[in-house]
């Protein structure tokens, strides 16, 4: 029988497009490093103890102390100085909860400034910000016309239909790794399960699915982003996205309704309100949203059970502890690390007082370590009966639209880990994801053994 992979269809690309999306860019960590190697001295300065900004805190995985210290001292606090200019933190489980519960003081907006850390570039004209509209940084009503474009995509009963896929390609994936040798777990089971799954929802071009992934690191590393010398190849991958995504939307135009992402969104009302740079930004938010974050709890689960033993024994003597084992896992990684929300009006929060024009940085890693929900919150508990309560997908009318996708790969892969009674162990280098909105793992070198 033909596997999954190989018996998608692929849909034809023109040559010409294929050649221009191949001549790519680097890898967004590779210019980055290239681009600090070549200027010493120019890596971010953060003198503010509290500035949980500075990336170098989550490459060497030392950031939990911190945020310790400050919820410690209260749920909200105001950073004066950063690379990003100042900004509030808040850094309480409850608090985050009841900023994101009002979203017309705490807007969401990308004109007041978007949903990460970075400081609008309010002195580069608007046609070249590369600020891509999409309805993650859009407030009401707008946000709610284009978030109902999608969401019918990310229903229970699509997701019973992507199920069968989904774990015929996770047993595939797991079938083929290496026996008896050190491997990379991220190149070789959390990048092609999460790129593939998302090929499949937009019927992407299967042999040019890898695009994906590297679109998505240059989308979705605020370090980056703010270096401005980086602009043009930034610009330059952009414009490469935008070219493919173009020619796919020609192509789906053309060929009527059919249920992938792509096709809904041309063909649902709230599109003839879209216009193209609208749908580009409604493209890489789908792309960005759903493969940075799956992908980095693939990874986390396989790092935290080898770090947390007898969690690992837990799992692999009950199966049925899987879905709670999920959101647990969910919670510990905390894919993204933070969203962005600014002052609408000046307020009042949590005894403080912010002004119009401020930002709020909702700090999700930190609530999902706050002691005042989750008991021993350092620790991975897959038992841990209200591990639900977990904020990494945010809260309020911005939930994560694809959550159930999300918890729907995670939790075949830890089904189809168990049926196979795999176990991984980490036996080699670690690195992790040096950026302060991702979190995450750029290698995990692991050796897998059965139980
Ligand atoms: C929004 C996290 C997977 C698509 C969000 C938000 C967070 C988040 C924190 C913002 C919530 C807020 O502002 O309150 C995650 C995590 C994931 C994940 C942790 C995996 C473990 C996915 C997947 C997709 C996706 C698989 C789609 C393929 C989106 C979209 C939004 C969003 C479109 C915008 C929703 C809106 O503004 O209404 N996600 N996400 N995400 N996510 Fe996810």
Redesign the pocket.
């Given at each position: 029988m033909a596997s999954a992979a190989q018996s998608r269809a692929p849909t034809p690309v023109p040559e010409a497009a294929r050649a221009r999306s191949w001549a790519r860019s680097p890898s967004a960590h590779e210019a980055l490093e290239a681009h600090y190697a070549a200027n010493p001295g120019t890596r971010p300065n953060h003198p503010h103890p509290w500035d949980t900004s500075r990336s170098d805190i989550y490459a060497e995985n030392r950031w939990e102390p911190i945020f310790k210290e400050m919820r410690a001292e209260g749920p909200l606090h105001y950073i004066p100085e950063s690379p990003y200019g100042p900004y509030w933190s808040v850094v309480g489980h409850k608090a985050i909860q009841h900023t994101?519960a009002l979203p017309e003081i705490f807007s969401?907006s990308w004109e007041y400034g978007g949903?990460t850390i970075l400081e609008r570039l309010a002195d580069v004209p608007l046609e070249e910000r590369m600020e891509l509209p999409?309805?993650?940084?859009?407030d009401r009503p707008k946000?709610t016309g284009?978030?109902k474009t999608?969401a019918p995509?990310?229903t229970p009963a699509e997701m019973k239909r992507l199920e069968g896929e989904i774990r015929q390609r996770t047993g595939e994936c797991l079938d083929a790794l290496p026996r008896g040798e050190t491997f990379d777990w991220v190149n070789t089971v959390s990048i092609p399960l999460?790129t593939g799954?998302?090929a499949i929802?937009f019927d992407f071009p299967w042999e040019d699915r890898d695009l994906l992934t590297h679109w998505s690191d240059w989308s979705g590393d605020t370090e980056l982003a703010s270096v401005r010398a980086l602009d043009d190849v930034r610009r330059g991958m952009l414009r490469e996205m935008a070219a493919y995504f173009q020619m796919l939307w020609a192509e789906r135009a053309q060929r009527g309704e059919a249920p992938d992402?792509i096709s809904r969104m041309i063909h649902s009302p709230a599109m003839n309100q879209m216009d193209p740079q609208e749908f580009m930004g409604?493209l890489v938010?789908?792309?960005?949203?759903?493969?940075d974050?799956?992908r980095?709890?693939m990874s986390g689960i396989v790092h935290a059970l080898d770090r947390f033993p007898d969690q690992r024994k837990l799992f692999e003597e009950n199966a049925e502890l899987i879905p709670n084992a999920v959101q647990e896992c969910?919670r510990y990684?905390?894919?993204?690390k933070h969203?962005r929300r600014t002052c609408t009006q000046d307020t009042e929060l949590f005894g403080q007082n912010i002004a119009e024009g401020d930002k709020v940085i909702?700090w999700?890693n930190s609530a999902n370590r706050d002691e005042s929900v989750f008991e021993n919150a350092e620790k991975l508990d897959i038992t841990r009966e209200n591990a639900r309560r977990h904020?990494?997908?945010?809260?309020?009318?911005?939930?994560?639209?694809?959550?159930r996708?999300?918890?729907l790969?995670?939790r075949v892969l830890m089904e189809e880990m168990h049926k196979r009674r795999l176990r991984v162990d980490v036996t080699g280098d670690v690195q992790r994801v040096r950026a302060n909105f991702v979190e995450g793992f750029r290698k995990l070198e692991v050796e897998v053994t059965r139980f």
């Open positions: 994101e969401s949903i999409m309805f993650i940084a859009m946000h284009q978030r999608v995509a990310f999460t799954m998302l929802l992402l409604n938010l789908l792309i960005v949203g759903g493969n974050t799956t980095n709890t969910i990684q905390t894919p993204l969203m909702l999700y904020i990494a997908f945010g809260y309020g009318i911005h939930r994560c639209v694809g959550a996708l999300a918890e790969q995670l």
